[in-house]
């Protein structure tokens, strides 16, 4: 995704404002590449000529880790905002997502994965797990995210093989999530059995993404193994992901949050419009797929009250996050298999 990113000729020479055709050349593809939606020349200075101070630095930070241990949680709260959804279910992130910090000196993508898991059932699970593979030998960075409140399980383990082999000289940090769910004479026994997994990591850190204990601290101690590098994005831009992903992800959040057993894995949602009309409302039609006939009336609600709920709550958010008056439009249909129908990943994204 950005193998030469850190080679000699891309790095701007500290006074010269004008990166070469060649440099200039390679960020467009990679942002290209990545789906990056492109900025358009307003006539102020375009970002890549920003002139950066001297070794400044850049790179991407990979999350890694089972589901359900905080790694959306994290990237969120490295960032400051949200662009990545949580739940208590596991698997919520089925793509990896870009979360972008600029500094003044630096500016880190963190690559949140969905969490590496065993026995995939459909498509869409072995998808999801390549995702966050792929994201490994990529990385200037490497998080190993675990749930310190319990002990290490079979899959932390396999992560950990994984990283053996695949991290190359990558820096892993241990990041000892959800510190604040048990007492420290606990968690210690806990934390042994979590290094015992990997002898080598660069540095380890308890933290509670939560709450955001430490996430500062974590965050001073990345900057330094990032090579020195340019801008891959503007100053002010959060994400890699378009308005329609993010709106999609933000009514899949408010369908776990409100459905159980095997509707949340079964939804999938396309949003087929989004545009703000005249009187500065935004519009956003979306379809929620499910997988099965019965699913259909249980995600509607008797008298459409869940599917309401749902809405609402998906509103709320959409509002936050466009900053205005959002008119939802949700449509239920039934779209079968659609986890293992390559054609319907690729509606949805999946390469
Ligand atoms: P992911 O699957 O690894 O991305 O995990 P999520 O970020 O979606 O979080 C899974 C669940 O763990 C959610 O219910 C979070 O609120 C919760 N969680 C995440 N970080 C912490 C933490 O530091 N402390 C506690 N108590 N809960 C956390
Ligand atoms: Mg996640």
């Given at each position: 995704?950005?193998?030469?990113?850190?080679?000699?000729e891309?790095?701007?020479?500290?006074?010269?404002?004008?990166?070469?055709?060649?440099?200039?050349?390679?960020?467009?593809?990679?942002?290209?590449?990545?789906?990056?939606?492109?900025?358009e020349?307003?006539?102020?200075?375009?970002?890549?000529e920003?002139?950066?101070?001297?070794?400044?630095?850049s790179?991407?930070?990979?999350?890694?880790?089972?589901?359900n241990?905080?790694?959306?949680?994290?990237?969120?709260?490295?960032?400051g905002e949200?662009?990545?959804?949580?739940?208590?279910?596991p698997?919520?992130?089925?793509?990896r997502?870009?979360?972008?910090?600029?500094?003044?000196?630096?500016?880190?993508?963190?690559?949140?994965?969905?969490?590496?898991?065993?026995?995939?059932?459909?498509?869409?699970?072995?998808?999801?797990?390549?995702?966050?593979?792929?994201?490994?030998?990529?990385?200037?960075?490497i998080?190993?995210?675990?749930?310190?409140s319990?002990?290490?399980?079979?899959?932390?383990?396999?992560?950990?093989?994984?990283?053996?082999?695949?991290?190359?000289?990558?820096?892993?940090?241990f990041?000892?999530?959800?510190?604040d769910?048990?007492?420290?004479e606990?968690?210690?026994?806990?934390?042994?059995?979590?290094?015992?997994?990997?002898?080598?990591?660069?540095?380890?850190?308890?933290?509670?993404?939560?709450?955001?204990?430490?996430?500062?601290?974590?965050?001073?101690?990345?900057?330094?193994?990032?090579?020195?590098?340019?801008?891959?994005?503007?100053?002010?831009?959060?994400?890699?992901?378009?308005?329609?992903?993010?709106?999609?992800?933000?009514?899949?959040?408010?369908?776990?949050?409100?459905?159980?057993?095997?509707?949340?894995h079964?939804?999938?949602?396309?949003?087929?419009?989004?545009?703000?009309?005249a009187?500065?409302?935004?519009?956003?039609a979306?379809?929620?797929?499910?997988?099965?006939?019965?699913?259909?009336?249980?995600?509607?609600?008797?008298?459409?009250?869940?599917?309401?709920k749902?809405?609402?709550?998906a509103?709320k958010?959409?509002?936050?996050?466009?900053?205005?008056?959002?008119?939802?439009?949700?449509?239920v249909k039934?779209?079968?298999?659609?986890?293992?129908?390559?054609?319907?990943?690729?509606?949805?994204?999946?390469?």
């Amino acid at each position: 995704m950005h193998d030469d990113h850190n080679t000699q000729e891309n790095i701007q020479a500290p006074g010269d404002p004008t990166p070469s055709a060649e440099s200039q050349a390679r960020i467009q593809e990679f942002l290209e590449s990545s789906g990056a939606p492109m900025t358009e020349s307003d006539g102020a200075v375009d970002w890549h000529e920003e002139v950066l101070p001297e070794g400044h630095k850049s790179g991407f930070v990979a999350l890694i880790g089972r589901p359900n241990v905080g790694k959306s949680t994290l990237v969120n709260s490295m960032i400051g905002e949200k662009i990545s959804i949580v739940s208590h279910k596991p698997q919520t992130t089925r793509t990896r997502i870009f979360g972008i910090l600029t500094q003044p000196t630096h500016q880190i993508i963190f690559v949140d994965t969905p969490g590496i898991h065993k026995k995939p059932k459909h498509k869409l699970n072995r998808k999801m797990i390549e995702e966050a593979i792929a994201a490994i030998p990529d990385a200037d960075a490497i998080l190993f995210v675990v749930d310190v409140s319990v002990p290490p399980r079979e899959e932390d383990e396999l992560i950990a093989r994984m990283l053996k082999q695949k991290a190359g000289r990558a820096p892993i940090f241990f990041v000892l999530n959800k510190m604040d769910k048990l007492p420290l004479e606990k968690a210690k026994q806990h934390v042994e059995a979590y290094w015992a997994l990997l002898p080598h990591y660069a540095d380890s850190m308890p933290v509670s993404a939560l709450r955001g204990t430490n996430v500062e601290k974590l965050l001073g101690s990345l900057v330094e193994p990032l090579p020195e590098g340019p801008r891959y994005y503007p100053g002010d831009q959060v994400t890699d992901q378009t308005e329609r992903q993010i709106a999609a992800e933000l009514i899949r959040e408010a369908i776990l949050r409100y459905t159980h057993q095997e509707i949340p894995h079964a939804a999938a949602i396309l949003v087929e419009d989004l545009a703000e009309r005249a009187n500065g409302t935004t519009y956003i039609a979306a379809r929620i797929w499910v997988e099965r006939d019965s699913q259909k009336p249980i995600l509607i609600g008797k008298q459409g009250q869940m599917l309401k709920k749902i809405g609402a709550a998906a509103r709320k958010e959409l509002e936050r996050f466009i900053g205005g008056k959002v008119y939802l439009d949700l449509l239920v249909k039934v779209q079968s298999k659609w986890r293992d129908q390559d054609a319907r990943l690729r509606e949805l994204g999946f390469k």
